[in-house]
């Protein structure tokens, strides 16, 4: 079982340990042969069943010529299949062709839509008259700034897929899961899909503002809830929260300045982060409003840290009061930083330290309490 199955199955019991979802699940099954690859029905208990034993997912190692075969239960007594022809046309883009095979009628393709490659599938118990399931089909694509899953359920009465896409960015600060659903997810036809999908989401790591709500106490989230508190301010007293233990570094060091007990730490594509030794606290300094203007060069004088952005300019942030002014500038880096009688000297640039005048420090403060992830 690779780690994304670990993290799903672990996400599976917390988040979703009551919910009715996993109850739904029956299997998702790793194929089998030839490049055909099958997946049986299965009656299981459900109720007697945790929600991580509840699910059973295979990521699929697959060539673009094969195809996807999955059986499921039609009516009673009898079976249908779904087979997903995937395609490899000359765009380069993947095309998933679905073709529902039912007892009694001729085969009907049903959706042909351009696709990242579908990694699980498998049958649902969803409705409920006994002896019907439906399909799922869960299709995923990882880029450099995002990461695409589509969840899509095949109705086979209706002969229609229902689906939800969930984007989901790789920048710290933006955790909350963008959304996107078919033109027929509303449809009356289509109300146990749809129930089914608005929980099925967590499985696939979705996030919004409840499920991120119990989370400002992990260190993994800190960025995030730096720019709900931070994000919108030019010149203003930023809110910090210390946490316990040491920040994690998922990029690269950019820079590293120790200072004393605290280490300030640049991340690639992320954050300046700073762990105190004295204290075993870790707490986010500043993050770039897009992380491709990741923190490349710190520099420090006195109470006033440099932060030197790969397109955002500069950050000056005085650590005994934790203000936060932004400088723009076309820089990329800085040779000299020095601060006296109240202004910054960055190489040939020199900055006014003054204060800013009351109601202007913070730019959209009200905004910031609001803001999107």
């Not at 950050?315 to 820089?331: E, G, H």
């Amino acid at each position: 079982m690779n780690s994304r199955r670990h993290w799903l199955l672990r996400r599976a019991a917390r988040v979703v340990a009551a919910s009715t979802v996993a109850a739904l699940l029956v299997s998702l099954s790793p194929g089998c042969g030839d490049g055909e690859h099958s997946a049986k029905p299965k009656n299981v208990p459900q109720a007697t069943r945790s929600a991580a034993e509840r699910v059973d997912m295979t990521t699929l190692e697959r060539r673009a010529d094969e195809h996807i075969k999955v059986p499921f239960a039609f009516a009673p007594g009898a079976t249908g299949t779904l087979r997903a022809e995937i395609i490899d046309p000359p765009s380069g883009k993947l095309t998933s062709v679905l073709t529902l095979h039912v007892p009694g009628q001729e085969p009907q393709e049903i959706a042909s839509t351009t696709i990242y490659g579908i990694e699980e599938y498998g049958t649902v118990d969803l409705y409920e008259e006994e002896g019907r399931q439906a399909v799922l089909l869960v299709e995923m694509q990882q880029g450099t700034a995002y990461t695409t899953t589509v969840l899509r359920i095949v109705n086979p009465s209706h002969a229609e897929c229902v689906s939800m896409t969930l984007s989901q960015s790789h920048q710290a600060t933006r955790r909350v899961t963008g959304i996107d659903t078919s033109a027929n997810f509303h449809d009356g036809r289509f109300a146990a899909e749809r129930a089914f999908l608005e929980e099925a989401k967590y499985l696939y790591g979705a996030e919004d503002a409840g499920t991120l709500a119990g989370k400002a106490g992990e260190l993994e989230y800190a960025p995030y809830f730096w720019a709900l508190a931070n994000e919108n301010i030019d010149d203003g007293v930023m809110t910090i929260r210390r946490l316990p233990g040491r920040h994690p570094t998922l990029g690269s060091r950019e820079d590293t300045l120790a200072d004393g007990d605290v280490t300030y730490t640049a991340v690639f594509k992320g954050a300046v982060w700073a762990y105190d030794a004295a204290a075993d606290e870790s707490f986010v300094v500043f993050h770039p409003h897009d992380m491709y203007a990741w923190p490349t060069q710190l520099g420090k004088d006195g109470r006033w840290l440099l932060i030197v952005t790969g397109g955002e300019g500069f950050a000056l942030v005085d650590v005994k009061t934790w203000r936060l002014k932004r400088v723009a500038s076309n820089a990329i880096a800085f040779g000299r930083f020095s601060v006296s009688d109240g202004k910054a000297h960055i190489d040939n640039l020199t900055v006014d330290l003054a204060p800013p005048e009351a109601g202007t420090a913070v730019r959209g403060a009200a905004e910031a309490a609001r803001m999107p992830g």
